[in-house]
Structure formats: C-alpha cells, structure tokens
C-alpha cells in the first residue's frame, strides 16, 4: 500500500518533471537544460512550475542572471540523484531478466519426468551455465495444485490436461507399456488380450498419479475391474515388486530410462499397447513467459528427438 505522504508525486507526471528539474538543477540553467534535454524552454518553465507546484515550496530563486536552488530545491536535487539511482539498478535487475542467459527457470515435473527432466536441464546448463535453475517433482495432484498457484515457470506433465485455463505444448512420446517379471507366465506371448491383464495381480501407483489415472481409465474403456494387489508411491517400489514376482504393472516405458541393462524386467506383448501418450508441457493461460522459459521449451524440443529414440532402446517388444 503507498504511504499517503508521497501521493501528491504521483498525480501529475513526476517522472518527466524531476527529469527537467535534475537538469536545470545540475547546469544552473532553465535556457541550457532546454538544450540537453531536446525540448523548448517554455516546457522547461511549465514544467518546474508543475513541479513546484506539486511541492508546495519554492525550487529556485534568481540571484542577478544566476538560477540557485533554495533549501527544498537542493533537497529535491539530492532525492532525485537517489530516485535515478534506485531506477538505474531496477532496469539493470530487469535487463537481467530480458536476458535468458542471466535468468532464472522453475520447471516442476510429475513422478516419471525424473527419469529425462534433469538430463534435460543439465544439458540447457551446460549450454547457458548462468542460468539458475530449479526443479520439484511431484505426483500429478500436486502439481496441478502448483500450476493453480502459479508457483513455477514450467510444468511436465506426462499426459496432456485438456483444459482451457491451461497452455499445453507436447515434448516427446510418453508410451505407457505393460511390465512383468522375464519369467512371467505371459512372457514370450504375443498380442495377450487385455482381459488376461485385468486377471492379473496389479500394481499400481498412488492415486493422485498421472500413470494411475492413465492406467486406470483403459479398464474403464474396456469395462473391466483390475486386482490391485498393492498401492506403491514410487516407480522404483513397483519395479522391486515386479522383480519380486508380486504383479504386473502399466507404467511409462520412460521408467527403465535410468536402467541401461534393466533387471529381470520385460515388457507383455499386450494388444493395444504400447498405449500411445505425450510429455507436454504446460502453464496457466495468460502466463508472461520468461526469456529464459521461452529459450528452454525450444531447447528442449530439440532435446527430447535424442531422448525419445533413448526410450524406444529399452524394452522393445
């Protein structure tokens, strides 16, 4: 809230009399401020009359042919030295910001962008290492509560929104697959009807989940119940579980990103599947982009072609 005692400076266009007025102050001189500043001397008048007006003292006083300022006038002078000063360092602050190389980016992903989203940024890093970054990952219930808020710049969500309050850009194929144990009963069966899937012990994400939502909604289509055998709140629990011989589950085929020689892991030939699905990026509708957000979505477009021929490596069908 402004303090009352500076609402007078706010009503007449202060800015562009203080200009003139820091001039006419610095060269003792109405006539010679007219000349620096590009504009005719009867401005220069009005407007310190303006001014001196909006201060409700006298600025100047005429000693023979020589302008001196008065008490209130030398006052003023000193202030806008400092005004002029705090403006300088905002614009160099805001020239930081113009400036994606000197910026700032906030990216928050859900559960599965663990597995790229910091390779990603490593890679915009080394090529802008000024550039200070950050990154949350969370479930999909969180991060659309972060997007409400409008707490970050960017947002990776492995499935698209569908809402019209929200901009949504597709990064790279997220396929969502079926996983098993190598040993599994279904291994080495091709095109198993999805209907064996349902009879199979599930393991399946929290809800909250993006890749729960996901799966959950193909029983829907179908009309079918799925045997959740456990609930696990991370990619990493459920692929020990798999190891362990506890289910199957439908996870992003991203998940086996960070596993060069994935474990005892495999993917079931099950019709309709690789189920085809998009990383997208996303912010509320009417959002200013930073340069730096803007320079990172095209940095990463190009990036994600490397990682979406990196995910089709594992776990070929």
């Known amino acids: ?75 003023l ?46 890679a915009f890093i080394q090529r802008y290492p000024q550039v200070d970054v950050s990154l949350e990952i969370h479930n999909w219930k969180t991060l659309i509560d972060r997007l409400a ?19 949504t850009q597709a990064l790279l194929p997220n396929p969502l697959v079926v996983f098993a144990r190598d ?7 091709r095109q198993i009807a999805f209907e064996r899937i349902a009879a199979e012990p599930l393991l399946m994400r929290e809800p909250g989940s993006g890749t729960r939502l996901l799966a959950m909604k193909q029983f829907e289509l179908r009309g079918l119940t799925p045997k959740i055998r456990l609930e696990l709140s991370t990619d990493e629990a459920i692929k020990e579980a798999i190891r362990a011989g506890l289910g199957v589950s439908i996870m992003s085929r991203f998940t086996l990103g960070s596993e060069p020689e994935p474990s005892r892991l495999i993917c079931l030939d099950v019709e309709g599947f690789p189920l085809e699905n998009h990383w997208h990026f996303a912010y509320p509708a009417g959002k200013q982009l930073t340069a730096t957000a803007r ?18 490596e594992h776990c070929e069908l």
Do not use: W
């Open 1 to 75: 809230m402004l303090q009352p005692g500076i609402r007078r400076y706010l009503k007449h266009g202060t800015l562009p009399q203080l200009r003139v007025f820091e001039a006419s102050a610095r060269l003792g001189s109405l006539t010679r401020a007219a000349e620096e500043l590009h504009i005719a001397q009867p401005t220069v008048s009005v407007q310190i009359k303006k001014l001196t007006e909006t201060i409700g003292l006298p600025l100047f006083e005429q000693v023979g042919k020589r302008l001196y300022l008065t008490e209130a006038g030398q006052r």
């Open 77 to 122: 002078f000193a202030g806008c030295q400092e005004v002029f000063r705090s403006l300088s360092t905002l614009e160099e602050s805001l020239n930081g910001m113009r400036a994606m190389e000197n910026g700032r980016l906030r990216l928050a992903a859900s559960s599965t962008g663990k597995y790229f989203a910091p390779r990603m940024l490593g």
């Open 149 to 167: 808020n409008n707490q970050d710049d960017l947002y990776l969500f492995a499935a698209p929104l569908g809402r019209d309050d929200v901009v």
């Open 183 to 189: 040993d599994h009963r279904l291994a080495g069966e």
């Open 295 to 312: 320079a990172f979505l095209d940095f990463a477009r190009l990036e994600a072609k490397g990682l979406a021929m990196e995910g089709l």
